[in-house]
């Protein structure tokens, strides 16, 4: 299980991009999926976040502007992220955590950066 992100960029304020990220996962196992995201200087962050029954949470920074969802196979995770600003320019960072009949495990992708500027 080594999640792989992808969808980073440079857009301008206002501007918008998806982010995905794919794992290959076990079928016997359920995955909590979430991204997080880390700016210089700055601590990492928690994003959104969905787990494997589809709930889904977000950070108030974020709410209403990005939205996180999954492919049917639950496998790939979305972040679409919409009315950027320069605050949310950051590496952004998907983890997928593994519950294998209680035992647990955290995933961490290499990051995807994303950049709001003009």
């Known amino acids: 299980v080594q999640p792989v992100e992808s969808g980073g960029g440079s857009v301008p304020p206002g501007g918008s991009l998806r982010l995905s990220c794919v794992a290959s996962?076990?079928?016997?196992?359920?995955?909590?999926r979430s991204w997080y995201r880390q700016a210089p200087g700055k601590e990492r962050e928690f994003v959104a976040s969905?787990?494997?029954?589809?709930?889904?949470r977000y950070a108030d920074s974020v709410k209403g502007r990005f939205t996180i969802s999954q492919d049917n196979t639950k496998i790939v995770v979305y972040l679409q992220m919409n009315s950027l600003k320069s605050e949310d320019a950051a590496m952004y960072y998907c983890?997928?955590?593994?519950?294998?009949?209680?035992?647990?495990?955290?995933?961490w992708g290499q990051g995807t950066q994303v950049t709001v500027s003009s």
């Open positions: 969905i787990d494997s029954d589809g709930r889904v």
């Open positions: 983890k997928f955590e593994e519950d294998c009949d209680s035992l647990l495990e955290n995933y």
């Open positions: 996962v076990y079928r016997y196992c359920s995955y909590d």
